[in-house]
Structures are given as structure tokens and as C-alpha cells.
């Protein structure tokens, strides 16, 4: 394998697990310099690149290259080093070695997200053209599909919701593309997550220029906002979304949300957001059946122009089941570890590949994170969980918590009743016994647990 094709490999998984501002800003213009004796040497372009990819992400790439090649012991940083990229300031850059068009091949594959347009925040690699549909997301994708024919007209607010990893914002973003794309830019568009649509908002207090924002998001004939399940708990960006969106919604103008969870499940909505948001279309993305994910893997391969036997497709398919991101990042790491070469592969060779990432030992955890895990989910305060505290917003998540401690640590009732507020073991049993009902019938809450948990057991 070259340098350049362990390095995007490895900058594959880094994506994966931390968040895309921090990806760009830290691994743009980075790469091997160096791979040799258990050494690998990171060029990076300044020193404080260098200090923070040092402090902050060394255990990160080091997990990463050495999931790909264990003989990688060590990180070296150093800046800017690479011959090709020694161009001195105010010069001509002269012939373009071979090296170095081969580093700019990997720069912009991983990172595409530099094509994201400025005004839009759209991000070109989204289509509904590389979407795979299936029973699991049929729903939500002729849904953005009729939004798409006629937006602001049929279902508005759109509203999709669904878990981590399973294309909720590629959908969303190829509602944004198709759109620009039809109406030949007469249409506006504004893709933002919810923390962005926050932050601009508390900038704009900040600076005195809330008219400013006010009438920009008034301008808009598409509002896309992901994520929205972060507005819980924030009631002056809640407040503020709200006029913007009665105002856009008053103007027959298109407003498609996302969100983990649908609306009736998100604590700390106020409830004219939440009856908006059900008042318009409310659909779901599920998890992918196999024949699916087998689809979505070939779609994927294609994409990247590699040929890989369906037996070996097959086997990640079968083995990855739990959402799509993660089914990629399968799929780079077994092109990585064949060298794009398929020809005299065998499926033992990809069952060691991926044996670190099937096989991975169930993550542990201790009652102190799946408390924190319950209290950030329905954002309140972990003391008010741990305490005698008796709102009426702490009791559900209380005893949430406690049938979480008892599921996925099986402690005992004294136990769990110590952890939360000194209670009484009958109090526990009596909160396992009505959630175990309760999980059954109640979807809401199924959502809720399925959430929580992905929460206690990344990182
Ligand atoms: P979410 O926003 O729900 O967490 P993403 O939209 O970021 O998930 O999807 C994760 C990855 O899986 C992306 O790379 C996306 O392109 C891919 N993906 C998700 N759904 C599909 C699909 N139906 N067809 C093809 N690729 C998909
Ligand atoms: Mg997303």
C-alpha cells in the first residue's frame, strides 16, 4: 500500500469520529511523509496544526493506521516537510511531480467537503442519484422527492427523522442540490445544521445585529435545518426559529427538518414548535434490511471504481448491519487493505481485515455514563437525576436511567437505587417492571432507548 492510499484509509475512519469542522480544520493539508520501522512520519502545514494533532489526536490517527497496518507503533508530526510541497513563496511552482498530484488526488477526495458552497452550505456529493431506496427509507425519500416537485406546496414542514448514520443528511442535502439544480438557482436555499443556525444567532446578538440575521433567514424559499433535535433546552433559539419559521411557512416557503427522534419525543420543545413540526409531513429512516445494505455496498464500490467479488460484499453486508456509515467505512478500510486490487483475494484476508471492527469486544461502561448518557438525552441536570428531586420532567428520565442500569449493566435494585437519589429497591423494581411493559407497545420509547444507548456507547 502507498502512503498516500494508507493515508486516506486512515483519514476515512478519523472522519468518522469527530466532527466535520474539526476534520477540515486540523487534516486538511496533511499527509505521510514517512513509513518505515513502526515509525509513521505526519507532515503537517504549521505548528499549531502540529500541537494539536499531537495533543488532541494522536491516540486517533495512531488507532486508525494501526487498524489498517499493526506494525505502526509511533506518530511522528513534522511541518510541512514534504519536498513537493516546498514551494517557496512568490515563486512559479515548478513541474508538478508525480508525488505530489498524487497527494492533491487524496487531499480532495477526503476532502470534498471544500466543495461545499459558501451560500448554500450544499454539498455536491449528495444526490438522490446515489441514494439507495429500500423499504426502510421509501417513505422519507418520495416525501423530499414530492418536496422537491413542488416545494412549500405538499408537505411542510418536512419533517425526517431516524438514527445515526443512516442518510438523513444525505437526504436532506439532496432535497437542497435537486432543487438548486431545477429551478436553476430562482430558488434560495439554506442548508444548516442546528448548532450553526444557534451559534449565528448568539454571534448576531452578540454584535447587535439580530435585524440582520432576522432578514436573512427571511429571504429564503428553501430552510433546510439538521439536527434539530439539539434545539431542546434552548428557548431563545427556539423562540426565534419560531417566528422565523411562521414567517416562512406563512409564505408558502419550504421548511425540511431532521432530527433523531421524531418531535413528540424531543423533551424541552415548546409546544407550538412541536404541534408546527406535526402539523406537516413526519416520516422515518429505519435501519437497512441485507439485501439493502448488499445494494448500497456495490452503489458505494462503483462510486469508487474498484470491482470486489459479491461474495466479499456479501460478507460485509451480513457482518456490518447496524447503519450505513459505518457499512462505508467497512468498505474503504477492505479497498485499503487489498490495495484496490481484487484479483487474488480471498475472504479470509477481508475477515481479518474487518475482524477488529465485527468482532470488537462490547464497548464497557459504568452507571456514571448512562446516567450522564439519560440526563443529556432529555437535558436536564444530572444532579436532579441523582437526587430526590421530584419535578414532574425528572421522574420519566429517572426512571429511564433506571431501567438502563438495570439492562446493560445488570446491576442489582439496592444498587441502582443508591445511584439515583437513595431510593428504595421496590421504587426500582416497580420502574423496570413498568418500563419493560412499556417498551413493548410504546415506539416513542424505543426510539428514546435506541438513542440513549448509541450515546452511552460512543466513546
Ligand atoms: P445521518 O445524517 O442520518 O447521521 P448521513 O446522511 O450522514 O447519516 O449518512 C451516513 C453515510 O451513509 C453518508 O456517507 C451517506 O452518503 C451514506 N448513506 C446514507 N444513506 C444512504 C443511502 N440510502 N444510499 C447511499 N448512501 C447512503
Ligand atoms: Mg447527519
Redesign the pocket.
Known sequence: MTNEQLWRTALGEVELNISRANFITWFRDTFILKNANGVTTIGVPNGFSKEWLENKYNKLILRALRNISSEIKELKFIIGAAPAFSIVAGEAPTKTTDHKKELTRAQTQSFQELEIDKETNLNP??TFN?????SF?ELA?AAAKAVVNSPGEVYNPLFIY????????????SVGNEIIEKYKKKKKVKYVSSEKFTSELVTALHNGKIDDFKESYRQIDVLII??IQFLAGKEKTQEEFFHTFNFLYQKNKQVIL?S?RPPKAIATLEERLRSRFEGGMIAD?SQ?DLE?RLA?LK??ALEKKVVIPDEILNYIAVNIPR???E??GALNRVIAANNISFSNQDLGSVEKTLNNIINAPKKLTNHKNIIQAVADFYDINTTDLINRCRKKEVVYPRQVAMYLLREELKKSFPFIGEKLGGRDHTTVMYACDKLNKEVEKNEILQQELISIKEKIYSN
Not at 446515489?130 to 429500500?134: A, L
Not at 438514527?163 to 442535502?173: A, D, E, R, S
Request: aromatic share 6%; charged share 20%.
Open positions: 456529493k449528495y446515489n441514494f439507495i431506496v429500500g427509507n425519500q431516524g438514527g445515526v448514520g443512516l442518510g438523513k443528511t444525505h437526504l436532506l442535502q439538521d439536527d431532521s433523531d429512516i437497512p439493502t448500497i452503489c458505494k447503519n450505513i456509515r457499512l462505508e
